[in-house]
C-alpha cells in the first residue's frame, strides 16, 4: 500500500504513521526525518537545509525530491511506503506523481488529518518540550503554520481531484485517530 500523509505541523502525522508502519510492515518515509538525518550527518545538504528549516521556511523541492528518491529506490520501499512530510507544495504533488511513474507505482491513498489550529499549537508546545527541536518555538512554529496554509494545505486538492484524498478527524487519543485510519485503509 502506497500512502501519503498529510496535515498541519503537530497534527500528529509522524506519530500516526509509526502505529500504521507497525501493522503494515511498510517503510515511513519522513523528509522532515531525512533532513534531520542529513544535518545531523553535518553533510553540505544537511548544512544548507539546516538554515531554511530553522526559520521554518521550505527547503528546496530538488533537494527534498534528490532525497526522496534515493529513498524509494532501496528495496524496503517495493512493495509499499507511508509518505510523511511530503509533498509539501502543489509543485512537489506533480513531482512525486512523475517520479511514482517512473518506477511504475501509483499512490493509493491520501489521508488528510484535520486538526483545529490551537490544539496544533498545544501539541507542537508539549512536543518542545520533549524533543526539544529547533524549529519548535513560537515565532517558527507561527511561520510553519503559515508555510502549511499557503502552500500545503493546496496539496489536498490535488489528490481530492484523483479521487484518492480521504479526510480524517484528528481530534481525541491517538489510539482513536489510529482506529478511524484502520477503518479506512481496511486492515
Ligand atoms: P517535518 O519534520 O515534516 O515537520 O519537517 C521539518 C522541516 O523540514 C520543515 O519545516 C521544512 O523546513 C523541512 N521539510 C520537510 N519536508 C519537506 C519537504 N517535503 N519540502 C521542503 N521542506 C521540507
Known sequence: MRIVLLGAPGSGKGTQAKLIVDKLNIPHISTGDL???????????GLAAK?????GDLVSDEIVLGMLKDRLNQDDANNGFILDGFPRNVTQAAMLEDLLAELAMQLDHALLIQVDPDEVVARIAKRAEIEGRADDTETVVRNRLNVYKEQTAPVADFYKNQDILTEVLGKGSIEDVQARIQAILRF
Not at 35 to 45: D, E, Q, S, V
Not at 51 to 55: C, G, L, P, Q, S
Open 35 to 45: 533532513l534531520r538525518g542529513a544535518i545531523a550527518a553535518k553533510t553540505p545538504l
Open 51 to 55: 538554515e531554511v528549516m530553522d526559520k
